[in-house]
């Protein structure tokens, strides 16, 4: 019974990696006859966006670990400093860094 313990998350690790795999090759397959300005690549990428906005919003609003210690306006001032910082500059790392300091000066202080 103890060797079915060690071997449980080993094998959701690798089922994990077949699952990540098998569609990464899928899309090797496919990659030529998609039109990347087409339909179907403009669903994957408003897809794709969402779910990265939704964990996003997960983690403003129900954070764990060392964010809990912080209040959820300190959390969204960041984040909307950090997206005016974009719109102004269009620099990545110099909104990213103003977000963080911004979040960083109203917790502090």
Do not use: D, Q
């Not at 408003?46 to 809990?68: H, K």
Request: glycine share 8%; aromatic share 12%.
């Amino acid at each position: 019974m103890n060797l079915l313990n060690e071997i449980k998350p080993w094998l959701g690790v690798f089922l994990s990696f077949c699952a990540t795999f098998s569609w990464r090759f899928v899309g090797l397959l496919l990659a030529e006859h998609i039109s990347p300005n087409g339909l179907l690549m403009r669903w994957i990428n408003a897809v794709a966006y969402s779910m990265v906005s939704g964990v996003l919003m997960l983690v403003l609003v129900n954070p764990s670990g060392i964010l809990l210690s912080s209040n959820l306006e300190s959390r969204l001032l960041g984040l909307f400093s950090g997206i005016v910082a974009i719109y102004i500059t269009k620099n990545l790392i110099f909104s990213i860094i103003t977000g963080m300091v911004v979040f960083w000066l109203i917790n502090e202080f």
